[in-house]
């Protein structure tokens, strides 16, 4: 069976989301800021009339921020309970369509922690790897819960 993913640049890593997650891809959009939130959401902003928070991953991956916000992308998921967020990216790269051989489970214990639910496989490509991720699982419930009360 094959599956498509949207893949995007993440500092130097690449990482991929199913395609049927993906409401969107848009430019970035400057947010409006919420005062005590976690360290990673960098606001809201209106989407055709929907308030959607955005998600910064690379804080949210503990990785170093984005030097120039202006070129990154939004990428806008649906969650399992219909709310949006946006994902603040460094760019889109493509579409990827895969067959599900080319998809190994995950490493059980990855720099110490054990079982990293938002990490749902591991695409081998000819010349990379690349880390797919399950979007429902990036944020915990108390997230989710934090974010649908803006």
Excluded at 6 to 11: A, I, V
Excluded at 39 to 58: A, D, K, Q, S, T
Excluded at 85 to 94: H, M, N, Q
Aim: charged share 30%; glycine share 4%; net charge negative.
């Amino acid at each position: 069976m094959e599956l498509k993913f949207l893949t995007f640049h993440l500092d130097k890593e690449i990482f991929a989301i199913n395609i049927m997650k993906v409401e969107r891809v848009k430019e970035y959009e400057k947010t409006t800021k919420m005062p005590n939130i976690a360290e990673y959401v960098e606001g809201i902003i209106n989407l055709m009339g929907e308030i959607v928070p955005i998600i910064n991953l690379r804080k949210k991956f503990m990785l170093p921020d984005f030097e120039n916000k202006e070129k990154t992308k939004i990428i806008v998921v649906k969650l399992e309970n219909n709310k949006k967020v946006g994902f603040l990216v460094d760019d889109v790269r493509e579409v990827l369509t895969v067959t599900e051989d080319k998809i190994d489970e995950p490493p059980a214990h990855i720099g110490g922690m054990s079982n990293v639910k938002f990490i749902s496989g591991v695409i081998k490509l000819e010349n990379e790897m690349i880390l797919t991720l399950e979007v429902d699982n990036l944020l915990t419930s108390e997230e989710k819960l934090a974010l649908a009360n803006i």
